[in-house]
């Protein structure tokens, strides 16, 4: 898959991602620096890059659902809440690498990467929300 990592992500990850065969771009190597958030995410459309960042928040008002949207479409965002170090740099890239695994193509979705209670690196996709058919199931259908 091919990635664009937002100026706050540790060029680190980048290297980490290229070994697991992704195509990496980073706002720091390609010197870069303080590009407007509208200016970073037409970048990563431009090349059809997903864009890995810690300012998930700043993305997401720019794309749909958001009715002050300026993008309509987009790569994929992946927001990462956790604190990101060269320690850990390692399993993060690892968890992105899995999250594509299992999701092809990630166009149009937002993803967010944090701790769980026991300090573990999951994912969980943001946008669009996935649905539960068997709460649906339930809820509806069952007497």
């Not at 956790?82 to 193509?105: A, G, H, M, P, Y």
């Amino acid at each position: 898959m091919k990635f664009l990592l937002d100026e706050n992500i540790t060029p680190k990850v980048g290297e980490f991602l290229r070994e697991y065969g992704h195509d990496v771009k980073t706002i720091i190597t390609l010197r870069l620096f303080g590009l407007k958030d509208e200016e970073v995410l037409g970048l990563a459309y431009k090349e059809g890059r997903a864009l890995i960042t810690i300012n998930g928040k700043h993305y997401v008002i720019l794309v749909p659902p958001n009715h002050k949207r300026i993008y309509e479409k987009h790569y994929g965002i992946i927001w990462t809440k956790i604190q990101i170090t060269v320690r850990n740099s390692c399993e993060l890239s690892r968890k992105i690498d899995e999250l594509c695994k299992f999701n092809k193509n990630i166009e149009n979705t937002i993803f967010i990467i944090k701790q769980d209670n026991l300090g573990d690196i999951i994912y969980e996709q943001y946008y669009p929300r996935k649905i539960n058919h068997k709460q649906v199931y339930a809820k509806y259908f069952q007497a």
